[in-house]
């Protein structure tokens, strides 16, 4: 055990990638990180986090930004609850005092989960918590040949302890930024690169000739069909939008005016201009684009708000609206 953690230590120290949330122990910009990172590769959240902490420098920052002002930074980026829950959270924090510094604490933030929470304490406070990304799953399955399927809870505590036992208490953030980093760069979801790989020779899925098979999943999220009509009325100078307001995704996000049906067979008065297919994590949504132009002025509306179209970009768009609208 403690030769490969060695190893993967030395590995990371010499391939990682300089990141600028790995040269702070502010647990602010760390957390600001982890929550872009999720679902986001690297060199997609690298720009938001940056245009982020510029907007936000700090958690009192976020706590007193509007709702908007916070969406619109995050807009393109998807999974908007996160930003949702990060801005109520940092409001937790400044009505607490100050930034919770165990992990017991920080689990109670909200939409901080086990792995948010291990990030914080281990790379802010240097807590000996083992962080458990997909990167770190995929390694410890291949490594220790898991069979439990990782997307099980039975499969991520198996993970876990694997990734605890690893861990020299003494370095918990260097490891797990190790761990992590191996990853994401080296033990990769497809062809991994197993011939330049200092953990080959420890490696049971490599042993064993089945380093595609591992990790093991079991596919049980269900994803849910959703039919959306959407409906652009403008007069060539404004349009409708609509804020989301329900429980449900993109909530705090604006757009076009929505009719959602049961079937892809729902027809409309008149023929869609546009169609899309958009995949979510657990929804497929097939919107089609309705267009009516009105002579000027656009008239109030119950509902919905008469926006310029020069002052569009005011406004977060869910990535769906905006791919209807190029
Ligand atoms: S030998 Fe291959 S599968 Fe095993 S840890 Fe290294 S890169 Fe991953």
Not at 113 to 140: E, K, Q, W
Not at 159 to 188: H, R, T, W, Y
Not at 211 to 237: Q, W
Not at 248 to 253: H, S, T, V
């Amino acid at each position: 055990m403690e030769d490969v953690s060695h190893r993967l230590i030395s590995w990371y120290e010499s391939h990682k990638r300089a990141l600028p949330w790995r040269e702070t122990s502010d647990p602010y910009a760390i957390w600001v990180s982890e929550i872009i990172l999720q679902q986001t590769r690297v060199a997609q959240g690298y720009d938001y986090y940056v245009r982020f902490m510029h907007a936000f420098p700090s958690v009192g920052a976020l706590a007193e930004a509007d709702e908007d002002q916070v969406l619109r930074l995050w807009q393109g980026l998807g999974y908007y609850s996160r930003a949702r829950n990060m801005h109520a959270a940092a409001k937790q924090i400044v009505a607490q005092g100050s930034f919770p510094r165990t992990y017991d604490a920080l689990l109670n933030l909200k939409g901080v989960g086990p792995y948010t929470a291990a990030a914080i304490a281990s790379f802010a406070f240097g807590l000996p918590h083992a962080v458990v990304d997909g990167n770190v799953c995929r390694l410890m399955a291949r490594l220790f040949a898991v069979e439990e399927p990782i997307d099980t809870s039975k499969g991520k505590s198996q993970v876990e302890s694997l990734a605890k036992a690893l861990m020299p208490e003494e370095q918990s953030a260097l490891f797990n930024q190790a761990v992590m980093e191996f990853g994401a760069l080296q033990c990769v979801p497809s062809s991994p690169r197993c011939e330049e790989c200092p953990l080959a020779d420890k490696c049971l899925a490599l042993s064993q000739g089945r380093v595609e098979a591992l990790p093991r999943k079991s596919h049980r999220t269900k994803v849910t069909e959703r039919y959306f009509h959407y409906f652009l009325i403008e007069d060539g100078e404004s349009l409708y939008l609509r804020k989301r307001t329900d429980d449900d995704i993109w909530q705090g996000l604006y757009e076009l005016p929505l009719k959602e049906v049961a079937t892809q067979d729902a027809e409309e008065e008149m023929p869609p201009v546009k169609s899309v297919r958009h995949v979510l994590s657990h929804q497929v949504i097939h919107a089609s684009l309705y267009r009516q132009t009105v002579v000027p002025p656009l008239p109030p509306r119950e509902g919905c708000l008469v926006v310029r179209w020069s002052d569009l970009d005011d406004y977060a768009l869910p990535r769906l609206v905006q791919i209807l609208l190029e």
